[in-house]
C-alpha cells in the first residue's frame, strides 16, 4: 500500500485534489463517522443526517467506481468511546494497513487540520496536504491579495470579478455598468402581494438515508431539531437537479425578495445549496456559470444573477480567504466584550418574539434559515442582547445543516456580532425592530410594538438597540458609518430621564432571560 487517502465529511468529490494522482492499485481512500464531529456541538438531527447519508452514498459511487474504500460507520449500538475521534480510528487503521504516507485536501476547520498533523507525528507518517481547487481563490493567494490592504469585501468581489471574467463587458467594466445592484434587492415581500413562491424541491429518502434517520433517532434522541421533513439530496446527481431547479424557477425574482421575510415561508426564492456547496456535492464554477447563462439568455435578470454570483464568487471565497489568514487566535476575538450565554429560545424556539418564534421554526425544522433571518433577526438578537460571538458561532455550527467552520465563524464572529472589530465588515449589522418590520410581516402578528422603545409592549430589537449602541458608544464613536445612528444615540442621551428608562427596560429584558438558561 503506498497512500491512505483521506476524505473528509466536506469533500466529497473525486475532484478533490487528494485524488489528483490516485492509484487504484496501491492507493486506498479513508473515510471515518466519528463521535466528535457529530457531538462536540450539539448538532441538529437532520445535520448529522445530511452529513452521514452524503459520506455513505459517496463511499458507495466510490466503491463502483473501482476505488478501495476503508470506511467507517457509526452505529446505534456501539459504544461511543469507539470511534470517538479521527485519530483514534485512523491510528488503528494504519497498524492495519500500514500505508507509506498519508493525503488530505485542506480541511476546511484548524481543529481537524491540526488534530490530523497531530496524528500523523504520533504515527511517524508524512501527511500531505494537498489545495483545496473546489474554490476560485487559493488559501494562500487570497493571503497575497490581502498582504498590506484593508479588506474591503466590494473590492475582493470587484478583483475575483475581473480575474475570472464573470458577468464583465471587457476587462474592466461589469455588464450593465453596476458591480453589484443591492438597491434592486431589497424589496420586501407582503402576503398581500400574493406573488408565487417557489416550490422547494424535495428528495424522497431512499433506504441508506431511511437507515440514518433511524441511527439518529436512536443514538442522538435529544439532539435539537426534527427528521419529519428531511429531503435534501445527498449525491452529486440530486444536487445537481437542485441547481437546476432554482435557475429555472427560483432565479428570476431571488434578487429583489433576497432580503425579504414572510410568515410560514422559510425558503422563498433561495436556493439552499450552500450545505451542497459545502460539502462538495455541487462544484461553484458549476453554480455560477448556471446563473450567467441563464442571465445570457435571458432566462433571469440582471441583478438577481449578479445577486447569486456575488454570494458565491464575492462572499463565499472572502469567509474562506479571511479564516485561514486570520485562524488560529480569531477565534478568540471578542471585540465588544460580550459575556452572555445562547438564549434558551435559540434552542426550543419559545419566546413571544414573533420574528425570532418564526425562525426558530424553520431552524428547527429544516436545520436552515436564509441570510437575512440569520443575519437580521437571529445575529442581531444576539449582538444586542450580548451573546459571545464564539458561543454564538458555536450555536450556529450546531443548528445549521450547511454550517462549515471556515464559513460560520468570519460569519457569526465576524459579519454577525463584530467580534472581530472590522475585520469581515466595517460596521456592526445593527439595526431596530423597525427593520424587521420593514422587511417582514412578522410584527403583524406579535404582542410587541416595533415603533416603540420602552413600556411592556416595547420591541426588545429597538430597547435593545438604543442600550447597544449607548453601551458601546466610546468604541463605536470613530467610526464613520455609524454616524447616523450615534446621532440618535446623541439624541437619546439629552433627554436623561427617557435614557434612563432605556437602560432600566433593558436591564428587565436581561434579568428575565438571565433567570431562563
Not at 440514518?212 to 446527481?237: C, E, N, W
Not at 455609524?482 to 434579568?511: C, G
Request: aromatic share 12%; hydrophobic share 40%.
Amino acid at each position: 500500500m503506498r497512500n491512505l487517502v483521506l476524505v473528509l465529511g466536506d469533500q466529497l468529490s473525486t475532484s478533490s485534489g487528494a485524488f489528483y494522482g490516485f492509484d487504484k492499485s496501491v492507493d486506498v481512500i479513508w473515510m471515518a463517522e466519528v463521535e466528535e464531529e457529530l457531538t462536540h456541538v450539539w448538532c441538529h438531527k437532520q445535520r448529522i443526517v445530511f452529513f452521514l447519508s452524503a459520506m455513505r452514498h459517496f463511499r458507495n459511487e466510490l466503491k463502483r467506481d473501482g476505488f478501495h474504500v476503508c470506511y467507517h460507520e457509526i452505529t446505534a449500538e456501539q459504544s461511543k468511546d469507539a470511534g470517538r475521534d479521527f485519530c483514534s480510528v485512523l491510528n488503528r487503521d494504519v497498524h492495519r494497513l500500514n500505508p507509506s504516507g498519508l493525503i488530505v485536501t485542506e480541511p476546511g476547520d484548524y481543529r481537524v487540520k491540526t488534530a490530523l498533523e497531530g496524528c500523523a507525528r504520533e504515527l511517524e507518517l508524512k501527511l500531505k496536504i494537498v489545495p483545496d481547487r473546489h474554490f476560485y481563490c487559493g488559501i494562500e493567494e487570497f493571503a497575497s491579495y490581502a498582504n498590506g490592504k484593508t479588506l474591503v469585501l466590494e473590492n475582493f468581489y470587484r478583483h475575483m470579478r475581473k480575474k475570472h471574467r464573470i458577468l464583465m463587458d471587457g476587462p474592466n467594466q461589469p455588464v450593465g455598468g453596476q458591480w453589484n445592484y443591492d438597491e434592486e434587492n431589497r424589496e420586501p415581500l407582503k402576503t398581500e402581494a400574493a406573488k408565487v413562491l417557489l416550490t422547494p424541491k424535495q428528495f424522497e429518502p431512499d433506504p441508506t438515508t431511511k437507515q440514518i434517520v433511524d441511527l439518529v433517532l436512536k443514538r442522538f434522541p435529544d439532539h435539537p431539531g426534527s427528521l419529519a421533513d428531511f429531503a435534501l439530496p445527498v449525491t452529486a446527481a440530486d444536487a445537481g437537479k437542485m441547481l437546476r431547479h432554482f435557475v429555472q424557477h427560483g432565479l428570476t425574482l431571488f434578487g429583489p425578495y433576497q432580503d425579504a421575510m414572510v410568515v410560514g415561508q422559510p425558503f422563498l426564492y433561495h436556493s439552499r445549496l450552500s450545505a451542497l456547496l459545502n460539502v462538495k456535492l455541487l462544484d461553484p464554477r458549476v453554480c455560477v456559470d448556471a446563473a450567467v447563462a441563464a442571465y445570457e439568455e435571458g432566462g433571469a435578470p440582471l441583478n438577481s444573477a449578479e445577486g447569486f454570483v456575488r454570494q458565491i464568487l464575492g462572499w463565499r471565497e472572502f469567509m474562506r480567504g479571511v479564516y485561514w489568514l486570520k485562524m488560529p487566535g480569531y477565534i478568540e476575538n471578542n471585540f465588544l466584550d460580550h459575556q452572555l450565554p445562547v438564549p434558551h429560545f435559540f434552542w426550543d424556539g419559545e419566546t413571544d418574539m414573533h420574528c425570532v418564534q418564526e425562525t426558530m421554526r424553520g431552524i428547527l425544522a429544516n436545520g436552515y434559515a436564509h441570510h437575512i433571518q440569520r443575519l437580521m433577526v437571529i445575529g442581531l438578537f444576539a449582538q444586542l442582547y450580548g451573546v459571545h460571538p464564539r458561543r454564538f458561532h458555536e450555536w450556529h455550527m450546531a443548528l445549521y445543516v450547511d454550517a462549515v467552520e471556515w464559513v460560520s465563524l468570519p460569519n457569526t464572529l465576524g459579519m454577525s456580532q463584530y467580534g472581530d472589530g472590522g475585520i469581515v465588515g466595517t460596521k456592526p449589522y445593527c439595526a431596530s425592530g423597525n427593520y424587521i418590520d420593514k422587511m417582514s410581516n412578522y410584527c403583524h402578528a406579535c404582542r410587541y410594538n416595533p415603533k416603540a422603545t420602552t413600556g411592556e409592549n416595547a420591541c426588545p430589537f429597538t430597547t435593545l438597540y438604543y442600550d447597544f449602541l449607548d453601551r458601546n458608544y466610546e468604541k463605536f464613536r470613530h467610526n464613520g458609518r455609524l454616524k447616523f445612528q450615534l446621532m440618535n444615540i446623541d439624541r437619546k442621551r439629552r433627554d436623561a430621564p427617557a435614557m434612563l428608562e432605556i437602560r432600566q427596560r433593558a436591564a428587565e429584558l436581561h434579568a428575565r432571560w438571565s433567570g431562563q438558561q
